[in-house]
């Protein structure tokens, strides 16, 4: 094969390719926490979050990397978190985010 | 695929008297297939086309690309139409996609600002002395070719059928995007369901591939190819509309647009050279060819006269399916003498004779 | 003294729903319909939100009650114009005198968006898309599936908005329905394909009903629909008889490529007549681009009455709604009815 540089080079698709199998590692996080498919992406999570308040992190949005199979781009994001808790007691929905950021965390 | 609701979106095409604007992408790196629609129009199907010397590029690549300002571009149009008023022609064929979308755009334009329609008047008068009217009907070659299908049909001498096999080619169509995504009551079967292509193939024996990415941009995309650092925008989107094809196994590739013709040809031996791969089995591409230039090899026109060895990638697998005769030793002749052919590229291969 | 008689055009659920309380009123009514069958879009639907239960169990009650011999049901029957002859009305059709009555309800609901007007989805080119209407007929076996039934794992996407939330169809309006009625065919899909994987595209999940937020989560938790917040931008065959969609995960702000065995398509209500305003009779017209439903003078606390005396509107002819809420519609508009002829009399 042959590898020539003409200067400009191919890049991979940015689209989400929902054909790919769902990771196992992910099916477990979800086998292990239901909760988590019961998001509604709302944001309550992420608007009082104390990390949050300083990096990029949004507990919601890594739920939709969960549920999209994106487990690479997951990858140690979940450690931001500080645990404090106040996510849980305002989402909406119940969802145990502690422990999927447990979880996360140890993907 | 039939499709039945492309039959809402038919247009007026013209029977004769065409004032002709060549496109700068074709006759430049597919000369023939410019060459060969004058041929078919004057010389098989007895035709009226004028074309005027003084004629010019749209500037539409440099207006898409923010080099061009608009009220040059309406100029340089104006221009146009003011050769066409002068030689009393009403119809404007086109033989560019992308001067299509251009003039298709002015005139709509001109429609919703009359003032901008009255400041071109006055700048071509300042700087020409010249008038002009705006078209009745503008038609692109592809609409043409379309229009006389059947009469292209009735004189061809190959078809899209394996003469030995009985079998027809399978074609997968690109549409180039300013041909009827801008305007899609202007292009047959609009922009969802072009039957411009299509139906072409279907009309000469051929099966037509609809395939996932059939709508997507050849790459082109203007100033994402002219500038080299974004160039691997335009080849990366090439190479989606190759992977999505490339499982349907088709014969050929079929466009209207000199763009995606160049595109489509060109990226496959980039992508070769980049990536060590290629899009078809056997390795030696799949041929991509203009309407013309196929309707060029129906009514048994010679490839060589064609220019399909401008082609990079390269046409024999093709023109054997269809049962083409054409003298492998002329192909790289030039004024009747043979000269050297171009160099070999490392992946892609040529078949050889 | 003579029994006063209203006619109403349309016998889908509002029509049915207002004959048999003016019948119960002691109002002789005929009951006009342009189909063969009474019913309307209920005669073809499986079953309803949010309870799932059977639609031919709620049409059943009401032909059961509207079996009452001061209603008379003509079926076949399309009237093109209401025109006024005295304090009556005269029903037409074409040049035709069909009936004269004292009151007129107009109850003919809506249609359903002609999914084919988004090309892009390629409704009617594609056999694997097929719309929620379509759906419901194959729930109820009266057509095979577009896939494989025996497929491991089918995958079906839903698509909310076709046809509704659009200007490029000329209807700005939400069709309010959909986005439940989505929920309820996932859950049903699933019932169906215990192994599917139903992905259901959706702008908002607008579920204002008592139960539909329930049904909703219960459809994320129990039934494992991936619910994804962007619009479906396109559809085009993929290999076999499968369509590959794309649309933008608007969580993600990234595009998402899927390929699907079905594609479900929620059209939208759209209205099933025109009134024309002659000047002193009413015309049925077919609605044409971005027209809209019947438009009504009172608002908030009265309508059902068009500003000519004695012509009422009663269901879905008003804009898109839910079924109890046209039944509710329909017994108001018939006491509303029975006011105004008691008034005349």
């Known amino acids: 094969m042959s590898v020539r540089d003409f200067g400009y080079s191919v890049s991979d698709q940015r689209a989400v390719d929902l054909d790919r199998k769902m990771p196992d590692e992910l099916e477990r996080v979800y086998l292990q926490e239901p909760s988590l498919r019961n998001c509604i992406a709302c944001g309550n999570c992420a608007a009082l979050c104390s990390a949050g308040s300083f990096t990029g992190f949004q507990f919601y949005r890594l739920n939709v990397l969960v549920s999209r199979g994106l487990l690479s781009e997951l990858a140690k994001k979940a450690e931001a978190c500080m645990l404090c808790g106040k996510c849980q007691m305002a989402c909406p929905r119940g969802v145990n985010i502690r422990h999927g950021i447990m979880l996360m965390a140890q993907l | ?353 | 003294m003579t029994q006063q008689k209203v006619a109403i055009i349309g016998a889908g659920p509002a029509g049915l729903q207002s004959a048999i309380s003016l019948a119960e009123m002691g109002f002789l009514v005929q009951l006009f319909e342009k189909e063969k069958q009474p019913g309307g879009h209920l005669a073809h639907w499986h079953v309803l939100f949010p309870d799932r239960q059977p639609a031919n169990e709620v049409l059943d009650a009401l032909m059961i009650s509207a079996m009452n011999p001061n209603i008379s049901l003509i079926t076949g029957a399309e009237i093109s114009a209401i025109e006024p002859s005295g304090r009556k009305w005269q029903l037409k059709k074409a040049e035709t005198l069909i009936c004269e009555v004292d009151a007129v309800l107009l109850a003919s609901g809506f249609k359903l968006f002609d999914a084919a007007q988004k090309e892009e989805y390629g409704y009617g080119i594609y056999p694997a898309v097929v719309t929620s209407s379509e759906l419901e007929a194959l729930f109820m076996h009266q057509k095979p599936w577009p896939f494989n039934e025996n497929l491991e794992s089918p995958k079906i996407g839903l698509v909310h908005c076709v046809g509704s939330r659009d200007a490029k169809c000329g209807n700005l309006y939400c069709s309010k329905v959909c986005c439940v009625t989505a929920v309820k065919q996932a859950i049903e899909l699933k019932k169906t394909f215990p192994a599917a994987q139903v992905y259901s595209f959706y702008m908002d999940m607008r579920m204002f009903g008592l139960g539909y937020e329930e049904l909703y989560h219960q459809a994320q938790m129990e039934y494992r629909v991936q619910f994804i917040r962007g619009r479906l931008s396109e559809a085009s065959p993929a290999d076999g008889q499968r369509i590959q969609v794309k649309a933008e995960d608007t969580l993600m702000g990234r595009p998402l490529k899927l390929t699907l065995d079905m594609l479900v398509l929620m059209v939208g209500m759209t209205p099933s007549v025109v009134l024309g305003n002659g000047s002193a009779s009413v015309e049925l017209k077919k609605p044409m681009f971005a027209d809209g439903f019947v438009k009504m003078p009172g608002q908030a606390l009265d309508d059902s009455r068009l500003q000519k005396p004695g012509l009422f509107v009663a269901g879905a002819c008003k804009g898109p709604v839910t079924l109890p809420d046209v039944v509710k519609d329909a017994k108001a508009t018939a006491l509303d009815i029975c006011n105004y002829l008691t008034e005349v009399l």
């Open chain 2, 1 to 353: 695929m039939s499709s039945f609701n492309w039959k809402s979106y038919q247009k007026e095409i013209p029977d004769d008297h065409f004032f002709y604007v060549r496109s700068c992408i074709r006759q430049t790196f597919y000369p023939g297939s410019e060459a060969a629609f004058l041929h078919i129009l004057r010389q098989v199907l007895h035709k009226d086309v004028f074309e005027d010397k003084r004629h010019t590029t749209c500037t539409g690549i440099g207006y898409h690309s923010d080099i061009v300002p608009l009220e040059t571009l309406m100029t340089v149009v104006g221009r146009q139409f003011a050769l066409m008023t002068e030689a009393g022609y009403k119809h404007l064929l086109v033989s560019c996609v992308t001067s299509f979308g251009i003039y298709l755009e002015i005139l709509d334009m001109w429609k919703h600002f009359p003032e901008k329609l009255a400041e071109t008047r006055l700048a071509l008068w300042k700087t020409t002395r010249r008038e002009f009217e705006v078209p009745l009907l503008v038609a692109h070659t592809s609409d043409v070719i379309f229009h006389f299908k059947e009469q292209i049909l009735e004189k061809s001498v190959v078809q899209l059928v394996d003469p030995s096999t009985g079998i027809a080619l399978r074609g997968v169509e690109h549409v180039g995007c300013h041909y009827a995504k801008i305007f899609p009551q202007d292009g047959i079967g609009g922009a969802e369901f072009p039957k411009v292509l299509s139906g072409l193939i279907e009309a000469w024996g051929g099966a037509v591939v609809d395939y996932p990415e059939r709508r997507h941009c050849c790459g082109f995309g203007f100033r994402n190819y002219l500038i080299k650092a974004n160039r691997g925008y335009s080849v990366s989107n090439s190479k989606i509309k190759f992977e999505s094809m490339a499982i349907y196994e088709p014969d050929f590739i079929l466009t209207n647009c000199p763009g995606c013709n160049m595109f489509l040809d060109r990226w496959q031996y980039a992508l070769s050279e980049i990536e060590g791969k290629t899009y078809d089995k056997t390795g030696v591409g799949i041929p991509v060819l203009s309407a013309c230039e196929l309707a060029g090899l129906m009514l048994g026109m010679d490839p060589w006269t064609l220019g399909l060895q401008m082609h990079q990638v390269q046409v024999e697998s093709l023109l054997d399916k269809m049962g083409v005769k054409y003298a492998h030793m002329e192909k790289y002749y030039l004024a009747g003498k043979p000269t050297v052919g171009p160099e070999r590229p490392s992946v892609l291969l040529v078949q050889e004779n």
